[in-house]
């Protein structure tokens, strides 16, 4: 690219995952300890909140899912927590029940879980790196 069509990266912006119904996707991911920063229901979108940054992770409508998962393989959103494996607790007492067992990583843990529509996101820590997290 020549210096005048050239762009910088300063971010994300939001994370979409097309859910089948946005009432049902809200209480699950409210159960899964996200807070919704707002809803747009005439809209067909709903936004999450991550930690204190915003933008988050947009949930979206999608009429043609109903309650299976899309025909589309789905991506893998990991999200930082302090401790993965009490994350995990703290979900399964809620009632949003881990994919498996929390997975050891190089940094840390990992623990995933999938909403109704397939999209995953996962809980991890950087306890065996704690330099390389946010919170060292």
């Known amino acids: 690219m020549s210096d005048d069509e050239s762009y910088e990266l300063l971010g994300f ?12 996707a ?3 991911y ?5 807070t919704v920063g707002f809803r747009l229901d005439e809209a067909g979108i709903a936004g999450l909140k991550v930690g204190g940054e915003m933008p988050g992770i947009l949930l979206r ?5 109903a309650h ?10 990991w999200l930082e927590v302090p401790d993965a494996r009490a994350a995990g607790r703290a979900l399964a007492e809620a009632g949003v029940a881990p994919l498996d067992e929390p997975i050891s990583m190089a940094t840390g ?11 995953v996101v996962g809980f991890t820590d950087y306890s065996k790196r ?3 997290g946010r919170r060292p």
């Open 13 to 24: 912006d939001n994370v979409l995952l097309p859910v089948g119904d946005l009432g049902e």
């Open 26 to 28: 809200v209480r699950f």
């Open 30 to 34: 409210e159960r899964a300890g996200f």
């Open 61 to 65: 409508h999608e009429e043609t899912l």
């Open 68 to 77: 299976r998962s899309p025909p589309w393989l789905c991506p893998r959103l």
């Open 109 to 119: 843990w990992t623990v995933e879980i999938a909403d109704p529509w397939g999209n």
């Open 130 to 132: 704690p330099e390389l």
